[in-house]
């Protein structure tokens, strides 16, 4: 079964940059669709962003300017772009990927195991 593997995450001064990418341990057929979550300590998981699969993205207006989504198909693999960050950032991120193994495969999504990033002086 495919995993996807998250790196990327750290301290991070604020005003600093961290790039999180989450990469399928496997070829895979398809993305059709991808996003970030994370959580914050007592907090419930949240959306960051997201990206379908003609394109189009959505951030949460906490991050709108500051984050962005990306991803390379050749790569199987998906990216967070975070600028001008600040300690409202910090949280645990996961990535979430809605993909189909094979041609003749199902649509299934998949979570990353999440990876921690703490903005801090």
């Known amino acids: 079964q495919v995993q996807l593997v998250e790196s990327g995450g750290g301290l991070v001064q604020p005003g600093g940059s961290l790039r999180l990418s989450c990469a399928a341990s496997?070829?895979?057929?398809?993305?059709?669709?991808m996003s970030w979550y994370r959580q914050a300590p007592g907090k419930e998981r949240e959306l960051v962003a997201a990206?379908?699969?003609?394109?189009?993205?959505n951030y949460a207006d906490s991050v709108k300017g500051r984050f962005t989504i990306s991803r390379d198909n050749a790569k199987n693999t998906v990216y967070l772009q975070m600028n001008s960050q600040n300690a409202e950032d910090t949280a645990v991120y996961y990535c979430n990927v809605r993909l189909q193994m094979r041609s003749w495969g199902p649509i299934v999504d998949y979570w990353g195991q999440g990876t921690q990033v703490t903005v801090s002086a």
């Open positions: 990206m379908m699969d003609g394109g189009s993205t």
């Open positions: 496997e070829r895979i057929f398809s993305i059709n669709a």
